[in-house]
């Protein structure tokens, strides 16, 4: 079964930094291209950074560009997110997703299992 | 990129059919056959039901279905059952290594 389960969550002032994990299990890790989404209180899905499957490639929303961090570590089967410069609308929830498919660049946007998500509150 | 273009709501009753649409741009959704659809029951993971515009990933029932025109995308559930009630997302490829998402549709069944 595959899982994906996110930490690091909590509660940071403005300004601040803060490193998420996603650790992921029950398939093979470094064939997969990963990604970051994340949704504010009250609001849609916002699509936040990706990285390839062995981190050829990143993107990120411009949003978070030069804030935020995307980077894996295929010995550990895991994804990070490293948050810096935190602002009040950072607040949300954050989840890890897989893609859905291994094999063509656009497969990276298509997210097929996700985590439940870590809460990430920016607050003085 | 502004998001994709959804209802807020949408409803119906168990059995019928319902249609949930995303409007973009010719830059995102008109420009790529790469839109997907999520369902996300609050509080739980996200749930792709359909991408590539129609295609169904494994296990998902085929009571959902997916299309495309111009710069529309559409969801279609059918044979509306109470576990269909969530919100609904729809995403497109937007064009410069990024995806942009829907506003997100609440589906109720009466």
């Known amino acids: 079964e595959v899982q994906l389960v996110e930490s690091g969550g909590g509660l940071v002032k403005p300004g601040g930094s803060l490193r998420l994990s996603c650790a992921a299990s029950?398939?093979?890790?470094?064939?997969?291209?990963m990604t970051w989404v994340r949704q504010a209180p009250g609001k849609g899905l916002e699509w936040v950074s990706s990285i390839s499957s062995r981190s050829s490639y990143i993107f990120y929303a411009d949003s978070v560009k030069g804030r935020f961090t995307i980077s894996r570590d295929n010995a550990k089967n895991s994804v990070f997110l490293q948050m810096n410069s935190l602002r009040a609308e950072d607040t949300a929830v954050y989840f890890c997703?897989?893609?859905?498919?291994?094999?063509?660049?656009?497969?990276?946007?298509?997210?097929?299992?996700w985590g439940q998500g870590t809460l990430i509150t920016v607050s003085s | 990129q502004s998001a994709l273009t959804q209802p807020p709501s949408a409803s119906g009753s168990p059995g019928q059919s319902i249609t949930i649409s995303c409007t973009g741009t010719r830059s995102d959704v008109g420009g790529y056959d790469y839109v997907s659809w999520y369902q996300h029951h609050p509080g739980k993971a996200p749930k792709l039901m359909i991408y590539d515009v129609s295609k169904r990933p494994s296990g998902v029932p085929d009571r959902f279905s997916g299309s495309k025109s111009g710069n529309t995308a559409s969801l279609t559930v059918s044979g509306l059952q109470a576990e269909d009630e969530a919100d609904y997302y729809c995403s497109s490829y937007g064009g410069r290594n990024n995806v942009i998402f829907g506003g997100g549709t609440k589906l109720t069944v009466l």
């Open positions: 029950g398939f093979t890790f470094i064939n997969y291209d």
């Open positions: 997703a897989r893609a859905e498919n291994s094999g063509n660049y656009y497969d990276m946007f298509v997210l097929g299992p």
